[in-house]
């Protein structure tokens, strides 16, 4: 396990054997990263930092300000939502060492912990890397997290699971150099199914999974959304083209972000959003400086292959008679409400809510624990802010 200061989860010499090591070929982690803060870190508080440098560094790896004094708000990055029961395990810990004792699930489906001292942000970042978790460009003028409809794998009436497209983004651009000063955030979304979940128009980037009939049977694809967003301004995306190959996603998301990065507006914040720049120019010339990038990109830039994942739902547990609410009214409403079918046949899906998107401690562990008991030892968050098994 990595180093981590006294106090801390995952501190000092002992062996926790609940909490599985995180899988280095899928850990969002870097142990370089982590030395890298610490020593900036030091840095500042020796004054060989000044303020802004440093608002800049810590932005970029997920540690932000707060309005009261000497305290930050640590976000966690969780691309397209997806947590392990272990790493649910770890930001319980977490939550534990924080004042207030809970997670905060996001709209962008994250999970931030607030009032964090700056002396226990480095601890706290080692603590999760030891699962897999990063904080890198959770915050700052960076492409934010890659979010993913939460019902993604396991709805009926996707189209196709967009998750591995998702993950891939999320990989590329990660720590990608043509990630690291954009004008702005940048906010990337995925739907696999017609009720659009994910709500793609509403992002700088949308895809929404769509097939075709090709020569040689179905093709995957996706409708790829321009220039979304909420705010002063709202603005539903436009689409670049009818249909981009599965295969040309990762050139046309890098071609988008490319285009921001060098059009888009430097002098004010206020206009500094892909849908402004798409406002200013028209949608033909901005569809127009991608197709001509992603052409550029395709010769100079390797991208790596999208490979589906393969579905391994649990073992069905064997029944002990008849459930334990037995005929409860409040259990009936709830399962209609919150219980909903899977495409997989037989197994159901269950939406946990979280009051104002608030987990304690406790509450996590017993997600955690669910999930690997009754589940298939993973829970997603949602951009309802709730959580998903």
């Not at 560094?57 to 990055?77: A, E, N, S």
């Not at 790596?304 to 609410?325: K, L, Q, T, Y």
Request: proline residues 7%; aromatic residues 8%; glycine residues 10%.
């Amino acid at each position: 396990m990595g180093r981590t200061a006294q106090g801390y989860p995952g501190a000092g010499t002992e062996e926790i054997d609940d909490i599985a090591p995180a899988d280095e070929a899928r850990s969002w982690a870097d142990e370089a990263e982590l030395d890298s803060f610490d020593r900036f870190v030091q840095d500042f508080w020796a004054g060989r930092v000044n303020p802004d440098d440093f608002r800049r560094f810590r932005l970029q790896h997920g540690v932000y300000g707060q309005r009261q004094q000497d305290v930050h708000m640590l976000r966690v990055k969780i691309p397209w939502g997806g947590l392990t029961a272990p790493q649910i395990e770890r930001l319980a810990d977490i939550a534990d060492h924080t004042p207030r004792g809970i997670g905060h699930v996001t709209t962008r489906q994250n999970v931030q912990f607030h009032f964090v001292p700056l002396a226990e942000a480095p601890p706290l970042l080692r603590a999760l890397a030891e699962v897999g978790l990063t904080t890198r460009e959770a915050c700052g003028n960076t492409v934010r997290n890659v979010t993913v409809g939460h019902c993604a794998g396991v709805c009926p009436k996707e189209v196709f699971d967009p998750t591995p497209y998702a993950d891939a983004v999320a990989r590329f651009l990660l720590r990608n150099p043509m990630n690291q000063n954009l004008p702005r955030k940048f906010k990337i979304a995925f739907s696999g199914c017609p009720d659009d979940t994910g709500l793609t128009t509403l992002h700088d980037v949308g895809a929404r999974a769509v097939v075709r009939t090709a020569e040689h049977g179905v093709e995957e694809g996706f409708v790829v959304l321009l220039g979304g967003g909420l705010g002063p301004a709202p603005q539903l995306a436009q689409p670049l083209e009818a249909f981009t190959p599965a295969d040309d996603l990762l050139p046309t998301v890098a071609a988008v972000v490319r285009v921001f990065d060098r059009h888009g507006n430097r002098e004010n914040r206020n206009l500094a959003r892909l849908k402004f720049l798409v406002k200013k120019l028209g949608i033909d010339a901005v569809r127009g400086l991608i197709v001509r990038e992603r052409e550029a990109l395709r010769l100079t830039t390797p991208f790596p292959a999208v490979s589906g994942w393969a579905e391994r739902p649990p073992r069905p547990r064997p029944r002990d008679g008849a459930s334990p609410a037995g005929g409860d009214p409040g259990y009936a409403r709830w399962r209609a409400s919150n219980v909903f079918v899977q495409k997989q046949v037989g197994y159901a899906g269950v939406h946990i809510r979280l009051v104002r998107g608030d987990a304690t401690a406790a509450q996590l562990r017993a997600v955690a624990r669910v999930a690997r008991e009754f589940g298939d030892g993973w829970a997603r968050t949602s951009n309802q802010q709730n959580l998903v098994l």
